[in-house]
């Protein structure tokens, strides 16, 4: 079992910056990719980012250029910087852990077993 944490959400003006951080316990942290996945109400849950075991890092085309994840192994924690924020950019962000080795399947959500609860991120215009 993985444990996984949200921390960072809250309420931000368009153009502003916010960093969200997920803390991992549990199974050996480094072993799994891990993932960033956002909802909104009535929608499926979509990607965001992830990073993989070897820290390659894979991105929607609407937050490329935007969103840069990392990860600490030391910390068992990975973050999702989040700049040049924008009022669609507002949905509950999930972090998601899933031992995948494909780099097609980072991208899916059904391929990752372990689930935060969420935090939620507004951004205002």
């Known amino acids: 079992q993985v444990q996984l944490e949200e921390s960072g959400g809250g309420l931000v003006q368009a153009g502003d910056s916010l960093r969200l951080s997920c803390a991992a316990s549990?199974?050996?942290?480094?072993?799994?990719?891990m993932a960033w996945f956002r909802q909104t109400p009535g929608k499926e849950r979509e990607f965001v980012a992830a990073?993989?075991?070897?820290?390659?890092?894979y991105y929607a085309d609407s937050t490329k250029g935007r969103f840069t994840i990392s990860r600490d192994n030391a910390k068992n924690t990975v973050y999702l910087q989040m700049n040049s924020l924008k009022p669609e950019d507002t949905a509950v962000y999930y972090c998601a852990a899933g031992q995948i080795y494909s780099s097609g399947s980072y991208y899916s959500k059904t391929r990752y077993d372990y689930w935060g609860q969420g935090t939620q991120v507004t951004v205002s215009s």
């Open positions: 549990g199974r050996t942290f480094s072993n799994y990719a």
């Open positions: 990073i993989n075991r070897s820290a390659n890092k």
